[in-house]
């Protein structure tokens, strides 16, 4: 792949023009790719060899694509974590990879913490494998296939050990091809933004896959931008597309209210994944930007996006149809074939589906069943086509012996104009009884007796029950860093 990207930027004349943005410096398609093939000399220095595994633990950035193509090059397989991650993450991450060498960003390229956190393996700064670059001699690309592993992304951990999953050197040009081209029209005059980072599927795709294979550029961000700053990387790169989750979205709309802004003026496209959009959060994000919002839904193990809107066809309030590639069907808990307008799981199969989880040989089994990936997503397909996503199988709550979708009971209580989150689980009393609760993150200040509104509106508009015997306003709901909410902790009770 690197080595193909490389080609392509000569070969289509791209190399001159700007491929990354950050702090205020602009990187050229032709710099990245020669800073690649000097990193993966450097790498090669640190003992890395065809086929071991690399740990990247570093933000956003210049650093993190030229690590990611150095690897690449000496066909080795990149393992991508969250920089932030607790040290316990990343020890588990190291291990499980088995990888030969680590490298960090900033804050873990101490000496101690590195050994604490990555089990006494080798660690190498970026920084300093930055420095390195400037006297080594650029890397032959090491030969290999469409089918050789290029790196191990982990599943996000919404309900449990998060999972390692495995793709080729052939999936980021099917992303492309399938999702890039056809379904976004990214052309080389884009300029994307993206709130998901780097380490993960969705940020992955985004700001790094489409850009070098388009010849367009992406707007780098080191920590998740704050609404204000989301503003003025727009205004400033004159970025066209925007790639966010549904809470990102609903922060920037509540930090200044709907209303067309003149900063978001260059925005032709506003792409959101991760989470279901709460109903009504399309329109303000439409009216705010002057452009559409294209919802979809991927998972880590297909790459990136099995189920797209676009431009041609858009329908708010659904995942769109199958992307190009792609088969996808429902079925019911015994695996049988749903009809259409009843509620049933996703089961996708296509080109960039994972072979498999790392050292995962159960889990792979009961996931991946003759090609087809089993996503544990609930939907409904609609006549025309397009899938309504309806939450998570994992996301059902037990109450009274009676299952309960969460998101009916969220989709009531968000109606109420005081309201900023809401997430509802089933959470066990002191006496051991599951009991139905809602926590409220509330529009500040919250309105005196808040909470007893919600339980009326909830009457109003609920069978018995699937009313909250109680609501918790709280300053904040628990998520994954790319938005997810956590519900496992929800479940708890407090986090």
Request: glycine residues 10%; aromatic residues 6%; contains cysteine.
């Amino acid at each position: 792949m690197a080595a193909h990207l490389a080609d392509l930027a000569k070969r289509r004349g791209w190399t001159d023009r700007a491929a990354f943005h950050q702090d205020h410096q602009a990187w050229t398609h032709g710099e990245v790719h020669d800073l690649a093939a000097r990193a993966a000399t450097v790498l090669a220095e640190h003992g890395v060899r065809p086929g071991d595994r690399v740990l990247l633990a570093l933000p956003d950035g210049v650093a993190w694509v030229a690590s990611f193509l150095g690897v690449a090059r000496l066909g080795a397989v990149a393992v991508l974590v969250n920089p932030e991650l607790p040290a316990a993450d990343h020890a588990f991450t190291a291990q499980d990879t088995g990888a030969v060498l680590c490298v960090t960003g900033p804050g873990l390229e101490d000496a101690k913490e590195s050994a604490g956190r990555f089990a006494g393996r080798q660690c190498l700064g970026a920084d300093q494998l930055v420095a390195l670059t400037s006297a080594a001699e650029p890397a032959p690309a090491h030969p290999v296939d469409a089918h050789t592993p290029l790196y191990v992304q982990y599943t996000s951990g919404t309900t449990g050990r998060p999972k390692g999953v495995v793709h080729t050197h052939g999936d980021p040009k099917t992303y492309h091809d399938l999702i890039g081209r056809r379904v976004l029209r990214i052309t080389q005059d884009d300029v994307a933004l993206s709130v998901s980072k780097l380490y993960f599927a969705y940020g992955f795709g985004n700001a790094f896959v489409f850009p070098l294979f388009s010849g367009s550029s992406a707007v780098l961000v080191a920590r998740r931008p704050t609404p204000s700053a989301v503003d003025e990387l727009v205004a400033r790169h004159r970025v066209t597309l925007l790639y966010s989750v549904p809470s990102a979205y609903a922060a920037l709309v509540t930090d200044r209210g709907s209303g067309h802004e003149a900063c978001f003026a260059s925005v032709r496209a506003a792409v959101s994944a991760g989470e279901g959009m709460p109903e009504g959060l399309g329109s303000q994000v439409t009216e705010l930007l002057g452009a559409p919002v294209l919802e979809q839904i991927g998972s880590t193990e297909a790459g990136h996006a099995f189920c797209a809107n676009g431009f041609e066809h858009n329908r708010p309030g659904t995942v769109g149809r199958p992307v190009p590639g792609f088969e996808v069907e429902l079925r019911d808990r015994a695996g049988r074939p749903v009809p259409d307008g009843e509620e049933g799981e996703l089961w996708v199969r296509g080109p960039t589906v994972t072979p498999g989880y790392l050292n995962r040989s159960e889990e792979t089994e009961r996931t991946l069943v003759g090609g087809w990936l089993a996503t544990r997503d609930r939907a409904r397909r609609e006549p025309d086509g397009t899938y309504r996503h309806l939450g998570r199988a994992d996301d059902m709550e037990m109450v009274g012996g009676i299952t309960v979708s969460p998101l009916e009971v969220e989709a009531v209580l968000r109606t109420h104009p005081a309201v900023k989150e809401v997430a509802v689980a089933a959470v066990t009393d002191g006496h051991g009884m599951s009991r139905l609760r809602a926590f409220v993150v509330p529009l500040t200040p919250a309105p005196a007796g808040l909470e007893t509104d919600l339980l009326r509106l909830a009457r109003e508009h609920l069978a018995a029950f699937k009313v909250p015997r109680g609501v918790s306003l709280v300053p904040s709901l628990p998520r994954t860093p790319t938005g997810k909410l956590r519900r496992q902790l929800v479940r708890q009770g407090a986090w």
